[in-house]
Structure formats: structure tokens, C-alpha cells
């Protein structure tokens, strides 16, 4: 099988399991939270739980020991602590309902085998729980899995567990099917429904133009992740912009990918932030191979050659080609981050 198709299909099975298996802690948040006497303890098991099932199932596709090569974002330190044995309990039996037989030091195993520093010439990046509050809210997060080379990343699978398949269903109720998107370097971006790769593939693609309606414009909930001050003032720049969409989490890679939303904007918060490459890697695969523009704000693309960060680039600008350059106009005439641009 050719490495691409394998390695595409391995992270697809990975993710949809991982899909799965948040989707079962979410539905057990007053439960764990009882048992932890931690608000935010949901979601850390479900954390864990997912980067052990996705650094299993591809270390059982995958044959090469240099596939399984993960930059992830948990590890499994903060589990070894006595104070932390509810939450390492929780974890492990998330894991066993599974992949029987499993044992604690396996789990942890797993958990910390996603500690590749990015220095290889080809990697996978994690991000396990995508949209930390989106998840607690019982709303939008995303598992986010995606295939770096050579700095470029090649194949991305995504689950967005709560997203619903229909865009005219509310985006703040979950929903009980979800969505897995999957792309390859030059294969389109496909859209899979109920988080189910075996499920018929539905091709996705950017909107092609204007049409006399407003520009629809996606960003974060938490007013930490963007500039929403900026935001807004790109938006008066570009002109005809409507009210933004607002959710949690890569899925609005996939909202401008399936032509729900014309752009996301990422805009840095402070000095000196650098993104992370598992927050984008996945994401940006797919909105490109659906016909998306992913750069930086700055215009540059994206680097992921640099280890676990984009450090060559400010922000992020995920838009369909016909907005994306208005945007950039925009940043620039604005002078938004105008002493980072190079």
C-alpha cells in the first residue's frame, strides 16, 4: 500500500477512535467531576485517554518504528503523582474499556511516547482535546491529528465529535453524531459523517465567490486565543462582513473547508506568542486541500519545520481565495502586528 494511503487510513482509525472515546467521558462529566472533585478533571482524563488511544492504534497500523513518531501536547507526568491517582484511574479505565488487557504502565507508556521533539524528517503532531472549554461546555472540540514532512505537513485527520454534518443545525447544541474530515497532499478534503471513516466520503470545498451576501468571518470563543479587537476592524476594512460564527477548537478549519464560513482569523494576543504546530497542522491541511488560502497574518505560509512551534510566522489566516487577499490588504493597511512583519 502506498505510504501516503496507510498513513492517511491509520490516522483516520486513530482519530475516529479517539472521537469515541470523548465523546463517552463528555457524556460522563458530572460523574467524573463527582468522583474528582475537579471541575476541569473531565476533560484531562479525556486528554490523556485520546493521545493513548491514537499512539496505540498507530503504532498497531503503522509497521515502521519511524511512523510512530508523535509531537504531542500532553505527557504523562502530571499522572504519576499520588494526589493524581483518581484522575490516573479514570484514565486507565477510560483506555481498558478499548483496548482490553491493557495495563496502567502501558497506558502511561502510550500517554508519553508522544515526546518526539520535532527534530525528525517526518513526524505526526497531537493535539488529543482541541478546545479545552468548548469540551466542558458539552460543545465544539476537535481531535486534531496531523502528518508532518520535510516541514510540510501531508495528510490530516480531524474529529469534530459534536459538529453537527448539516450547516443549517445549530453550532452551540451538540450534536450526537459528529463529523471526521481527513486530507492528503493533493487528494481533496473529505468530510466522513458520524465520526466514522467507513462511512460514505462526502468531498468538501471553500465557497467560490460572494454572491451578493456577506462574508462570514469564524473565530474562538475565548477572547484569549484572538485579537478580537483586531478582528473587528479587519472585518469594517474588508467591507460586507456579517456577524462572526463563534466556536471552540480546529472545527473552524472545517467550517471554512466545507464553505460554512468564508475565513478564520487567528491574530496574535500579545508580543511574542508563537503557535503551536498540533493547533494547526491537521486543521490547515484540510481547509487547504478544500481550496482554502492558510497563511500567516503576515501573508507568509505556514512553517512547521521548526520543531513543536511556527516560529517563523505571527497568527494564523485560514480563508477562501477570494477573501484572503482583502484580509491580508486589510492587516497590512491597518498595521496590525506591523513590527513582526518581515
Not at 502501558?106 to 518526539?116: F, M, P, R, Y
Not at 476537535?142 to 465529535?161: F, S
Not at 484540510?286 to 488560502?293: K, L, M, R, S, Y
Request: glycine residues 10%; aromatic residues 4%; contains cysteine.
Amino acid at each position: 500500500m502506498n505510504s501516503s494511503i496507510s498513513h492517511l487510513n491509520a490516522a483516520m482509525q486513530a482519530v475516529a477512535t479517539a472521537c469515541h472515546v470523548t465523546r463517552a467521558v463528555q457524556e460522563r462529566l458530572q460523574e467524573v467531576t463527582a468522583l474528582t472533585k475537579d471541575d476541569r478533571s473531565p476533560v484531562t482524563v479525556a486528554d490523556y485517554a485520546a493521545q493513548a488511544i491514537v499512539a496505540l492504534t498507530l503504532h498497531d497500523l503503522l509497521e515502521h518504528s519511524a511512523d510512530h513518531l508523535i509531537v504531542g501536547e500532553e505527557d504523562a507526568d502530571g499522572l504519576v503523582e499520588d494526589e493524581s491517582a483518581i484522575v490516573r484511574r479514570a484514565v486507565v479505565e477510560t483506555v481498558q474499556h478499548w483496548r482490553s488487557g491493557i495495563t496502567e504502565d502501558q497506558v502511561l507508556e502510550a500517554i508519553d511516547s508522544c515526546n518526539h521533539d520535532g527534530s525528525a524528517n517526518a513526524y505526526w503532531t497531537l493535539d488529543p482535546v482541541d478546545g479545552t472549554k468548548g469540551f466542558l461546555r458539552g460543545q465544539q472540540y476537535a481531535i486534531a491529528l496531523g502528518r508532518i514532512e520535510d516541514g510540510q505537513v501531508v495528510t490530516g485527520a480531524m474529529g469534530c465529535p459534536a459538529l453537527p454534518i448539516s450547516q443549517d443545525a445549530p453550532l452551540d447544541v451538540p450534536d450526537t453524531e459528529g463529523v471526521l474530515y481527513a486530507a492528503s497532499r493533493g487528494e481533496g478534503s473529505w468530510e466522513f459523517a458520524n465520526c466514522d471513516p467507513e462511512a460514505d466520503r462526502l468531498r468538501v470545498q471553500t465557497r467560490p465567490g460572494q454572491d451578493g451576501r456577506h462574508w462570514r468571518f469564524c473565530g474562538s470563543v475565548e477572547k484569549a486565543h484572538s485579537n478580537r479587537g483586531d478582528s473587528d476592524r479587519i472585518a469594517d476594512e474588508v467591507g460586507n462582513v456579517g456577524d462572526p460564527v463563534r466556536l471552540d477548537s480546529q472545527c473552524k478549519y472545517a467550517m471554512v473547508a466545507r464553505g460554512q464560513a468564508d475565513a478564520y482569523l487567528r491574530l496574535p494576543t500579545r508580543a511574542g506568542y508563537v503557535e503551536k504546530i498540533w493547533d494547526h497542522a491537521a486543521g490547515s491541511i484540510i481547509a487547504t486541500e478544500a481550496g482554502a488560502i492558510v497563511t500567516d497574518i503576515h501573508g507568509h505560509p505556514l512553517d512547521f519545520g521548526h520543531g513543536g512551534r511556527l516560529e517563523r510566522n505571527r497568527g494564523v489566516i485560514c480563508a477562501s481565495p477570494d477573501v484572503h487577499g482583502r484580509i491580508i490588504k486589510a492587516i497590512e493597511h491597518l498595521g496590525i502586528d506591523a513590527e513582526s512583519r518581515t
